[in-house]
């Protein structure tokens, strides 16, 4: 008797997220279509349809990938606190490899669709506030072990330091020249540098 075969839904649902956001980042977002998913991934509409209903649910779903791919090689140095996990972390979200050059071109595709939805910027904001909520803990205990001053004003570091890894996704895309990994990695720690003094 063949026994049916074992469908893991998690395993599909992953390996459909991994081939839709490596096409946003190589063909941009209107190449997500059921017809393109389908050649790429060999599954039928009806099954596509199955695990996202909707264009919106599958770039969503890619996004959310990045951003968790992110966090899980932040996560390889769980034992860091401090400035050293804020580095860790930061240096994740820099573009300094072609992995995360992809990734950033999946977060600036998101925005463009983000600005247009509440939803999909609901999701943005809660996605970042994650990351403020992880940078305010790193600042914290950087303070109670005495690595930055005590009157560093912690929400004005975090702003700064956010907008300077999401301006340099941008500047990494569109002015690689400028862009190297070594003056991105100069920039982020002549900014924890200053923290210090």
Partial sequence: MIMPRVVDH???????IAKVWRLI????VDAVTTR???????????LLR??????DSVIVAAFQHVFDATNRRAEASASLRGIAALRVLAVEILP???ERLAEARVVIAFWQRALHSPDEAGLYAERMAEWRADFTRFLEQ????????SSIEIPVVID?????????QILGLFSPEESSQERQLAQLDGFVQRLRH
């Avoid at 790429?40 to 509409?45: F, H, I, K």
């Avoid at 700064?160 to 340099?168: D, T, Y």
Wanted: charged content about 35%; aromatic content about 10%.
């Fill in 50 to 55: 199955y695990y996202f209903p909707s264009k």
């Fill in 142 to 149: 950087a303070r109670d072990d005495g690595q930055i001053a």
């Fill in 25 to 28: 980042s190589e063909y941009g």
């Fill in 96 to 98: 300094l490899d072609e």
């Fill in 36 to 46: 393109r998913i389908a050649e790429e991934t060999g599954y039928s509409n009806g």
């Fill in 160 to 168: 700064e330091l956010l907008a300077m890894l999401m301006g340099a």
């Fill in 10 to 16: 998690d395993d599909r649902r992953s390996e459909i």
